[in-house]
């Protein structure tokens, strides 16, 4: 099972909360879930695992790197799997949608910014937060 070898390779024993919540991350159609999305989700589908063992486990997950927290929206925290593609966000203010992309021109701009200033960048972190277009 890929769950199993994750979790070891991560340095995670395997058990069943662990293994049921990756899977649930790893299957859902929005690649970025709340603890109480994913507390829901595993109700949803029978599983016995309470919020505080999900709360838990995301936590070990984002230690392990197998999983990176956003604070989206005034500290709403959401998790999508550390998949290390690199990508940016934009967030819509009104649903609270999450909208991934990525754009050369941006990652570029960033690169010579930071030179300009004297600096290398060695990482970021880009939010956009937006408003659909009115018609």
Known sequence: MVENSEL??????VTLPRVKIL???DAAESRHMSAEDVYKSL????????????YRVLTQFESAGLVVRHNFDGGHAVFELGDGDHHDHMVCVDTGE???FVDKEI??????IAKRHGFDLVDHNLVLYVKKKEK
Do not use: N, Y
Not at 8 to 13: E, Q, S, V
Not at 107 to 112: I, N
């Open 23 to 25: 899977q649930l991350l």
């Open 107 to 112: 990652e570029e701009l960033q690169h010579t």
């Open 98 to 100: 999450v909208i991934e």
């Open 43 to 54: 109700m949803e589908s029978g599983e016995d695992v309470g919020l505080a063992t999900v």
């Open 8 to 13: 070891r390779k991560a340095g995670l024993k």
